[in-house]
């Protein structure tokens, strides 16, 4: 499966294993556990986080895995966003800052 991911103008396609996704599903599902706490969606306090929301935090952290070269972890980033947006092709990740501008394209 294929994710392609844009910050500002460079676009990065990656890859994940069907298998994968798979595997880390008890990862995904950790991050869930963790995520239902509540997050800091830039200047506001989001208590429930609906998928979308979510989606914007590991995209937020897709991109810091993407700027570090940091692979196993741009996989099973962009793996999160696609086994629960199955549907999504394409992430415009917001790099001002403000999580909620990123954008998911089917």
Known sequence: MK???YMNEIM???TVPSDMLR???T???KIDKDLDKGW???REW???LDTV???KVIADRLLTAIENSNEPSTMLMAGYIMSRMPHIKTV???TDGDINQTQFID
Do not use: F, G
Request: with cysteine; glycine share 0%; aromatic share 4%.
């Open 3 to 5: 994710l392609n991911v």
């Open 12 to 14: 990065k396609q990656v």
């Open 23 to 25: 595997d880390a599903e």
């Open 27 to 29: 990862i995904y599902t």
């Open 40 to 42: 800091q969606m830039s």
């Open 46 to 48: 989001v208590d429930s």
């Open 53 to 55: 929301q979510r989606c």
């Open 92 to 94: 415009h990740i917001a």
